[in-house]
């Protein structure tokens, strides 16, 4: 019995794993933005509204159901008053277009927030990507970092054991190696949780756990990967590129469609002060008994009336407040072009400045810290100084190292702030 409890408890232990085991998927910066795009759920939400906003339209274009009337007279009032059966038909007057455009200006509005949107997570994904890939750079520049302290206790160990240091080099170079650990430790923990993030951004319902093809920044060809331009490369300056990168700005493009939708708006709110044309007819008859002859008498009848005259109410409050939105609409297309070239502008001489930055640190600071690590080490393994300056400047080389990875981060992350401003994602300097 015991065996076969044992048993159970095991498939199931068994079953429950299985289906917590994700697939992992390595894919460059590029495939990672057509994941997004493809599963991401918050957009497949946001695009929904663009099938909300074409039924919309559907809806402000119906046409008033009728009504189907009886009239049936009771007692000796309505004794020789013929009996009705008909149908009445509201007919408005100027409004169904009016609605019809509203919803069709709204839906060029919805459609370009859905663009917006598309365009805000490819920029996410990027970043992400880009934060990932620096994570497992800064770990990987740990883990070298670890390795060497590890080569310096051993040289430590040996000069002791020659008699050459005193035992204290030892200790030194046990707690520097113990400290590289602990920050590498601590570098793992951020990869798994740049991971997270990385996956978060993406948000696909499949069993996918998505991971950077790119392990450091360091590779070849790594600007083309990153869908980077070369840091070497000669930028153009700001007013060269201003006109084309005002151009696709969404925000632009958005309010602009805002003040199209108040205009639209105004004009049907204005229209409510038309009244409507209300027609009805149809068949009416007598029933001999009913009759100064004793016939039966048959016919028809027509009318009509305007109905909502705006006698009490003339909708004001309603034509201004639609009036007032019309005028904020106006302010807020003309404060996003007066911030969208300060925006841009900031971005590209950021973006501009870590260029130079970069472009710094691999011509002068790495090359320089890599010839002076080198001399350091030699010099104590020939007694020529002592170990805490070695460790000195094997922390300050790791510094350099590290600042380097940051150095090339901000690059990227410049690069698709930038991008984010000119709401372009393939724009080419």
Do not use: C
């Not at 009771?74 to 059966?85: I, K, N, V």
């Not at 370009?112 to 365009?119: E, G, S, W």
């Not at 880009?130 to 060497?148: D, F, G, P, Y």
């Amino acid at each position: 019995m015991k065996k076969i409890v044992a048993a159970l408890i095991l498939g199931i232990f068994i079953q429950t794993s299985a289906f917590g085991i994700e697939e992992v998927k390595k894919v460059y910066l590029q495939g990672a933005i057509n994941a997004a795009i493809e599963n991401n759920l918050d957009l497949q939400a946001a695009e929904l509204n663009v099938n909300i906003a074409k039924n919309d339209i559907k809806s402000a274009n119906r046409l008033q159901n009728p009504s189907f009337d009886v009239f049936y007279n009771y007692g000796a009032s309505g004794w020789t008053e013929p009996r009705q059966l008909g149908l009445s038909q509201t007919v408005e007057v100027a409004k169904r277009r009016a609605r019809k455009k509203l919803a069709q200006s709204n839906l060029k509005l919805v459609e370009a927030n859905v663009d917006y949107t598309r365009f805000d997570l490819k920029m996410d994904v990027r970043e992400a990507y880009i934060n990932l890939v620096a994570a497992k750079s800064i770990l990987e520049t740990l883990k070298q970092q670890q390795h060497l302290q590890e080569d310096l206790l051993a040289i430590a160990q040996k000069r002791v054991e020659e008699g050459k240091v005193p035992d204290i080099d030892v200790i030194q170079a046990e707690i520097a190696l113990n400290q590289m650990i602990t920050q590498v430790n601590t570098a793992k923990v951020n990869v798994k949780n740049a991971l997270f993030a990385f996956n978060k951004i993406i948000n696909t319902p499949k069993d996918i756990t998505y991971d950077s093809m790119d392990n450091i920044f360091s590779e070849e060809n790594n600007f083309d990967e990153m869908l980077t331009p070369s840091p070497n490369t000669k930028f153009p300056q700001l007013n060269e590129i201003m006109p084309k990168a005002l151009k696709n700005r969404y925000d632009i493009q958005i309010a602009k469609q805002e003040i199209d939708v108040a205009e639209k708006n105004l004009t049907v709110i204005a229209r409510q002060r038309i009244p409507d044309i209300s027609l009805s007819g149809g068949y009416a008859y007598q029933m001999p008994m009913h009759t100064d002859d004793g016939r039966f008498n048959s016919g028809g009848y027509i009318g009509a009336s305007l109905v909502n005259i705006p006698l009490f109410y003339n909708y004001s409050p309603e034509i201004q407040n639609a009036t007032l939105k019309l005028q904020q609409a106006e302010l807020k297309y003309q404060s996003a072009q007066n911030k969208a070239e300060k925006d841009i502008g900031a971005a590209y001489d950021k973006f501009l400045t870590a260029a130079e930055n970069l472009n710094y640190y691999e011509s002068k600071i790495l090359i320089s810290s890599e010839q002076l690590i080198d001399i350091s080490k030699k010099a104590y393994e020939s007694g020529k100084s002592d170990i805490t300056a070695l460790i000195v400047m094997k922390q300050s080389y790791k510094s350099i190292i590290v600042g380097y990875t940051y150095a090339l981060t901000d690059y990227y992350n410049s690069w698709t702030n930038f991008l984010r401003e000119v709401n372009d994602e393939s724009f080419d300097l």
